[in-house]
């Protein structure tokens, strides 16, 4: 079983990572996008317990370590692989 | 004054706050390694400069949960004076002891430099024998020192006149595009301070300045 988190910054935190990203992509051409946000992705494997129990471990991760609670929001999805 | 040096695998200001209490000041100084959990030996705490555990995941993130942090916590919470420099403020503000954010530089870039920074509050133990508004050249170093909070908090930090620090205004004078210019902030008891200027690396004038060796001699209550 696995673990996919998504962090990324609350609305409204500005992210000069996601900011100059798309200045590079309007600079090569490509348009039509209205902004770029950078986060983090994450993978955590589980052997050999439930699908509720990885879903606590994992919002418990983010809670406590994964994600600074000021800055960053965070969702997962517990997969079978 | 006992003053003990947090040392984190990957921190690299250590030596350079060492030797500051050590031969420049000729107090009493210990680098203590972050597995210690009992600093009650100590009358103050440094936490240095550096890149503690790499900066992975988040600048200060996996730091905050070394042994040592508890004892941290607790010696900050009973008044004893806490100075964390560049990554140790950034350390401060993961383990909660100092609030916002210290994210990415407002233009992506790690800035290695002189800046001019203006005392703010001179109410606090590390600005006591400085004069507000004065101006003092240090070095920054780092990537993520572009300070954000919310507005109540960017506020209640200026009301309660917890900004010890701020870039100057002029021209080249917020580099990493600090909130309200901010480059140093206390807690609400006001012995902690987090600041993400090194005056440790300013504290000779061979190194171009020695501005900075009077927080230190504010702290420990010399002119």
Request: glycine letters at 8%.
């Amino acid at each position: 079983m696995k673990a996919k988190i998504y962090i990324s910054y609350k609305e409204g935190i500005l992210d000069p990572q996601g900011k100059t990203v798309s200045h590079a992509l309007d600079a090569i051409g490509i348009k039509k996008i209205n902004s770029v946000r950078m986060g983090k992705y994450i993978e955590m494997e589980f052997n050999g317990i439930s699908k509720d129990k990885a879903s606590e471990i994992t919002d418990e991760s983010c809670r406590k370590l994964l994600a600074n609670p000021n800055t960053e929001t965070y969702t997962f999805e517990i997969v079978e692989k | 004054m006992h003053f003990a040096v947090i040392v984190f695998p990957g921190s690299n200001c250590d030596h350079d706050a060492y030797h500051v209490f050590r031969h420049i000041l000729d107090v009493p100084v210990d680098f203590v390694w972050h597995r210690e959990t009992d600093l009650k030996k100590y009358d103050a705490i440094l936490i240095p400069g550096g890149f503690s555990y790499g900066d992975y995941l988040r600048t200060g993130a996996i730091a905050r949960f070394s042994p040592v942090m508890e004892s941290i916590i607790k010696e900050a919470n009973a008044g004893k004076p806490v100075f964390g420099i560049c990554n140790g403020f950034q350390i401060l503000i993961e383990s909660g002891l100092l609030p916002g954010a210290l994210i990415v530089n407002q233009d992506v870039r790690f800035l290695s430099q002189n800046v001019s920074i203006e005392v703010d509050s001179t109410n606090s133990i590390y600005t006591r024998s400085l004069k507000k508004g004065r101006r003092l050249t240090m070095p920054i170093a780092h990537k993520q020192g572009n300070f954000i909070a919310d507005e109540d908090t960017l506020n209640m930090l200026q009301d309660e006149d917890r900004i010890a620090f701020r870039y100057y205004k002029g021209r080249n004078g917020n580099p990493n595009g600090s909130k309200k210019r901010i480059a140093g902030i206390l807690n609400k008891k006001r012995n902690v301070l987090g600041m993400m200027p090194h005056p440790e690396r300013a504290a000779e004038s061979i190194l171009g300045s020695d501005d900075g060796i009077d927080i230190f001699k504010s702290i420990i209550g010399v002119t």
